[in-house]
């Protein structure tokens, strides 16, 4: 049956969230597609995952000295403290959880060039080091990210944008999700309604907004 797992990472509540608008409304078309399919929903900005500490870190180095990927049934045997059990019992539910989706939807707001805290614990959280996290071959993943300015190609922003390569090295690299598994839907100059130096831009900001809502439509029925 399809799963599709979807998390919001914006501080900004849905009313004034340009990633959660657009996510919300590929979850609507997704559903409408799928009725009887398994939808689950996660905030990551309203529910925050717990910040890694030091039973994390600790548990984790013991695992990846171990050599070959540990499955994650046996993690726990590799843990001497509770708070290391508490760590995992934090973690894996979230691998699975993820593990569960064959499509992964993501809102991202750019946040200081990057991804917003709440969404890099959550990264953090599920790439436990050295256990068999296995690969996201099959997985379908759908990143929307919403940025203040522009950071196009050619855009003397480009160069800045540790946001969208970031993602792409970690779903790529770390998950071995294949490129053509890997979307990533735009919306540019988000606040050029609202802030005067960006004022020029106002139409880019609405072709862009209009281009993200149609592909993100379009990709929740396919
Ligand atoms: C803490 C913070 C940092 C931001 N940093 C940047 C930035 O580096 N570059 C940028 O273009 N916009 C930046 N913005 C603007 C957001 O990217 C923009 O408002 C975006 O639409 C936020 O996503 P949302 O509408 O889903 O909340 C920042 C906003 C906040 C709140």
Redesign the pocket.
């Known amino acids: 049956m399809p799963a599709l797992l979807h998390l919001d990472s914006?501080?900004?509540p849905l009313e004034?969230?340009?990633?959660?608008r657009l996510t919300a409304r590929f979850a609507r078309a997704w559903q409408a597609r799928h009725p009887d399919a398994d939808y689950r929903h996660r905030d990551l900005a309203a529910d925050p995952v717990p910040l890694i500490g030091p039973g994390y870190a600790s548990l984790g180095i013991r695992v990846e000295r171990h050599g070959a990927p540990v499955p994650l049934a046996d993690v726990p045997s590799f843990a001497t403290t509770p708070s290391e059990h508490h760590e995992w019992s934090l973690t894996h539910p979230l691998i699975t959880e993820l593990h569960a989706a064959d499509t992964l939807l993501l809102?991202v707001?750019?946040?200081?060039?990057t991804v917003p805290a709440a969404l890099k614990a959550w990264i953090d959280r599920i790439t436990f080091p050295g256990a068999h996290t296995g690969r996201l071959t099959a997985t379908r993943v759908v990143v929307v990210a919403?940025?203040?300015?522009g950071?196009g190609p050619g855009t003397p922003r480009e160069p800045f944008d540790f946001q969208t390569p970031y993602l792409r090295a970690w779903f790529t690299e770390h998950l071995g999700v294949p490129d053509a598994g890997l979307r990533f839907v735009h919306?540019e100059l988000?606040?050029a309604t609202d802030i005067p130096a960006l004022t020029p831009y106002r139409d880019l900001a609405t072709t862009s907004l209009g281009t993200a809502r149609t592909t993100l439509t379009a990709l929740a029925r396919a």
């Open positions: 914006s501080a900004g004034h969230s340009v990633s959660r809102g707001p750019m946040y200081n060039f919403a940025r203040g300015g950071y919306a988000t606040r």
